[in-house]
């Protein structure tokens, strides 16, 4: 099968030192160590950052302590086709009444530009930002979604005590991904990619999400 890639997103956020993160959680740090202008043959550096920085996935174990880690997950969740879909919400929360009025069906991954655009890139941290209501995650687990990307570092709303929403998806199992930069991507069908890395134990992991389409789509 050829397939002829048409148009091409990078829908990740820049990791560097100056990335913010989540409070509380550990900043991204990248360390250059083996250096050639040490007189060394190669380059070779480390990282050292919460799993949960910037565009990322979640694993169920995040919320649910005996749940998946990021080395289990069903891989087919975060990538395939994806619709990418605009959500307009009066407050911060995506509810039933808003995802209602998409094309969401069983089986999809569905991606979410709110009012969110811009919070990403702009190198704070913000605590103010749409994430998906109860009703919103009900909706979607009855819809039988496969995975949820959202504009923001957060599916639910910063302040939550109780990481309801959290436990709604990751206990069917509905893939999250967290810091999607979704700014410049039109709404449309696409193919996702956006796997996590194979981390033994991980709650999460930092995912370099792309969007394509095929020609002839
Ligand atoms: N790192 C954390 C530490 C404490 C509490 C939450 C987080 C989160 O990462 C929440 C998140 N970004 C989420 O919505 O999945």
Known sequence: MKMKVEQFFDISVPLSDCTPVWPGDNHFHFEPRVQ????????????????HCMTHADAPKHYIDDGKDMASV???RFMGNSKVREVITEGDLIEEVD????????????????KNKGLLTDGVFHKQYVSIGRSGAEYLVRKKIRCIGVDYVGVERFYSKDGIIHHTLLEHEIGIIEGLLLDDVP???????????KIVGSDGSPV????MKF???
């Open 36 to 51: 050639i202008k040490d007189g060394a043959i190669c380059n070779s550096s480390s990282v050292f950052c919460t799993v």
């Open 74 to 76: 069903d891989l087919s």
């Open 99 to 114: 995802l209602a009025k998409l094309d969401i069906e069983e089986g999809d991954a569905i991606l979410l530009k709110t």
């Open 187 to 197: 709404v449309g069908d696409y193919f996702l990619c956006a796997l996590p890395l």
């Open 208 to 211: 370099r999400a792309v969007l």
């Open 215 to 217: 020609a002839g789509e």
